[in-house]
C-alpha cells in the first residue's frame, strides 16, 4: 500500500476548521443574543433567516457531491475515479448538515413566528386566496414529512453508494464479477437520481426557499437553486483536489482532471446565468405584478447592489478568468476561482432568502459570513475524518484505468 494513500489530518487544517466553528458558534450566539431572543417577529425572522440561508445552502452543497458520484456512474464514466473519495468525504457531511437544516425548519415553521413562512398562519391563509389555493401543498404536515423523506433518502441512498465503493477496496474482481459490481452501481445511483429529481431539481427549493415569497412562483426556481448550489459543490470538490494533491495524496489526479473539474465550474457558471437571466427576463417581459413583485426589492430596492454583484461574481469573474484552457490547469487560478464562487454563490441564496424578510434594508451581513464560515469549518472537520478512515484511491474498481489513463 501506498504511504500516501490514507490521509493524514495536518494539525494546522484541524486547527483552521476548530477556528471556523468558533467564529460559527460565536456568531451564532451573538445574533441570538441580538435577534433571536426578541418578542418582534421580524427582529426574531433576522435571526433563523441567517439559520436558514446557511444550513440549506451548505447542506445542498456537500449533496452535490454524492449527485456527482450518480451522475457520473450512470454515464460510465470512469475519469472521475482518481479523486472519487473526496467526492465520497464530502458527502458524509449529508446526514449531519441534513440534521441541523431539519431542527432549524422545524423551528421556523412550528416556532409561532410566521415572518419567514407567511403560509404557516392558518388564520391568515384563510382570508388570502393565493395562499387558500396552495394549501393543500403549502401546509405544515406535508412540509414536514416531504422534508424528512428528502433528507433520509439523501442520507440512506448516499450511504449506500459509498458502502459499494469501499467493498472492494480489499477485493480484486474477476470479469465476472466487475460487470456485477458495475450494474449494482448503476441501479443504486438511478434510484438516487430520481429521489434528487423530485427533491432538488423539483419540489425542496419550493418548501425551503420559494415558499418565503409564497405569492410568487416561478417554474425555473428549482433548476435555478441546482445550478447554484452545483457549480459550488464542483467549487468545493476542487479545493480539495488541489489540498490533497499539494500535500503529495492523490498519484493518479493530474491536471487532466484538474481542467475537468475547471471545466464543469466554467461550464456550470454559465448554466447558471442563463437560468438567471431567462428567470428573470421572462417575469420581466410578461410584466405580470404576482411575479414581478419578487425582483422588485432586488433590483429597484435595497438589495439591487448584491444582486448584481451577485450576477459579477458568479458569471463575469468565471467567464473571463476560466475560459482559458490554462487557467483550468492553475492549480492557483482554480484555487482563487472555487474560493470565489463558493461565495458567491452563498451570496445568491442570501438574496433568495433576505429579501423576503427585510425588503426596506439590508442587514448587516457579517454575522451571516461568520455563521457560514462555522459550516465551512465543520463540513472541513467531518470531510477531513472521512478522508482519513479509508483509501484514497478505489484500487480496484474496474474502471480506475480509464481515470489513470485519462486527457483532455
Same mark, same amino acid.
Not at 10 to 16: A, F, G, L, M, V
Given at each position: 500500500m501506498a504511504t500516501k494513500d490514507f490521509f493524514e489530518i *495536518? &494539525?494546522?487544517? +484541524?486547527?483552521?476548521s476548530i477556528v471556523l466553528m468558533l467564529v460559527g458558534i460565536l456568531s451564532l450566539i451573538i445574533l441570538f443574543l441580538t435577534h433571536g431572543t426578541s418578542s418582534d417577529d421580524h427582529e426574531n425572522a433576522r435571526f433563523w433567516g441567517s439559520l436558514l440561508t446557511n444550513s440549506v445552502y451548505f447542506l445542498l452543497v456537500v449533496n452535490m457531491a454524492m449527485f456527482f458520484i450518480c451522475a457520473t456512474t450512470l454515464a460510465w464514466?470512469?475519469? #472521475?475515479?482518481?479523486?472519487?473519495? !473526496?467526492t465520497e468525504a464530502i458527502s458524509t457531511c449529508v446526514p449531519i448538515l441534513g440534521v441541523i437544516t431539519f431542527v432549524i425548519l422545524m423551528a421556523i415553521v412550528f416556532g409561532g413566528n410566521h415572518a419567514i413562512y407567511h403560509w404557516t398562519d392558518t388564520e391568515h391563509v384563510k382570508h388570502d386566496a393565493a395562499l387558500l389555493h396552495k394549501e393543500g401543498f403549502l401546509n405544515s404536515t406535508f412540509y414536514t414529512v416531504w422534508t424528512i423523506i428528502t433528507i433520509v433518502g439523501w442520507w440512506l441512498l448516499g450511504?449506500?453508494?459509498? #458502502?459499494?465503493s469501499r467493498s472492494i477496496d480489499? #477485493? *480484486?474482481?474477476? !470479469?465476472?464479477?466487475g460487470k456485477k459490481y458495475i450494474w449494482n452501481n448503476t441501479v443504486w445511483a438511478a434510484i438516487y437520481i430520481v429521489l434528487f429529481s423530485l427533491t432538488v431539481l423539483s419540489s425542496i427549493p419550493w418548501f425551503w426557499l420559494m415558499s418565503i415569497d409564497a405569492h410568487w412562483y416561478s417554474t425555473m426556481f428549482s433548476w435555478y437553486t441546482f445550478a447554484s448550489a452545483f457549480v459550488a459543490g464542483m467549487a468545493l470538490i476542487t479545493l480539495y483536489v488541489v489540498f490533497l494533491? +499539494? +500535500?503529495?495524496?492523490? *498519484?493518479?489526479?493530474n491536471q487532466e482532471h484538474l481542467h475537468d473539474l475547471g471545466k464543469f465550474m466554467f461550464a456550470f457558471s454559465i448554466f447558471w446565468t442563463y437560468l438567471w437571466f431567462d428567470q428573470f427576463m421572462l417575469i420581466w417581459y410578461a410584466n405580470i405584478p404576482e411575479e414581478?413583485?419578487?425582483? &422588485? *426589492?432586488?433590483i429597484h430596492g435595497a438589495y439591487r447592489g448584491i444582486f448584481f454583484l451577485n450576477l459579477i461574481i458568479n458569471f463575469v469573474g468565471p467567464l473571463l478568468i476560466l475560459m482559458t484552457r490554462g487557467a483550468k490547469r492553475n492549480y492557483g487560478t482554480t484555487t482563487m476561482m472555487a474560493v470565489l464562487i463558493i461565495f458567491g454563490h452563498w451570496l445568491d441564496f442570501y438574496q433568495m432568502v433576505f429579501p423576503g424578510l427585510s425588503k426596506e434594508h439590508v442587514p448587516n451581513m457579517a454575522l451571516d459570513l461568520g455563521i457560514g464560515l462555522g459550516f465551512i469549518g465543520l463540513i472541513m472537520f467531518v470531510t477531513g475524518r472521512s478522508l482519513a478512515k479509508h483509501p484514497l484511491t478505489a484500487r480496484n474498481h474496474p474502471f480506475l484505468k480509464e481515470s489513470i489513463i485519462h486527457h483532455t
Open positions: *495536518p &494539525k494546522r487544517y +484541524n486547527s483552521i464514466g470512469g475519469w #472521475q475515479l482518481s479523486f472519487r473519495r !473526496v450511504r449506500k453508494m459509498r #458502502q459499494l480489499d #477485493q *480484486p474482481l474477476t !470479469v465476472e464479477e494533491k +499539494n +500535500n503529495g495524496y492523490l *498519484p493518479f489526479t414581478t413583485t419578487y425582483f &422588485k *426589492p432586488r
